[in-house]
Nanobody, 120 residues
Framework: QVQLVESGGGLVQPGGSLRLSCAASGFSASSYAMNWVRQAPGKGLEWVSA????????YYADSVKGRFTISKDDVHNTLYLEMNSLKPEDTAVYYC?????????????WGQGTQVTVSS
């Protein structure tokens, strides 16, 4: 049974940092692309970042490029999103989503989400 459990969200001041984690079980995260997707209050889903199956390539939305870093630990089957220089517009629920192939943005399973609030 596939499960994705996010953690690490919270309240942070503008310019601060957070690291989100997504613990995966029921499959090997090294075989599939993994994604981070967010939803800001009152807005639709926004894809943030992805790591291809095998971990050879990373992709970022223009809005987070240079500030966020996606990575994964294959030993612990965990995906991470390091977020730096956070802005109020980064406030959202962040979801970890598995792709059904080695390529990003082909979602089949989602976590429950973790809230990130950037505010002074």
């Amino acid at each position: 049974q596939v499960q994705l459990v996010e953690s690490g969200g919270g309240l942070v001041q503008p310019g601060g940092s957070l690291r989100l984690s997504c613990a995966a079980s029921g499959f090997s995260a090294s075989s599939y692309a993994m994604n981070w997707v967010r939803q800001a209050p009152g807005k639709g889903l926004e894809w943030v970042s992805a790591l291809t199956g095998g971990g050879h390539h990373t992709y970022y939305a223009d809005s987070v490029k240079g500030r966020f870093t996606i990575s994964k630990d294959d030993v612990h089957n965990t995906l991470y999103l390091e977020m730096n220089s956070l802005k109020p517009e980064d406030t959202a629920v962040y979801y970890c989503a598995k792709s059904w192939s080695a390529w990003p943005r082909l979602y089949d399973y989602w976590g429950q989400g973790t809230q990130v609030t950037v505010s002074s």
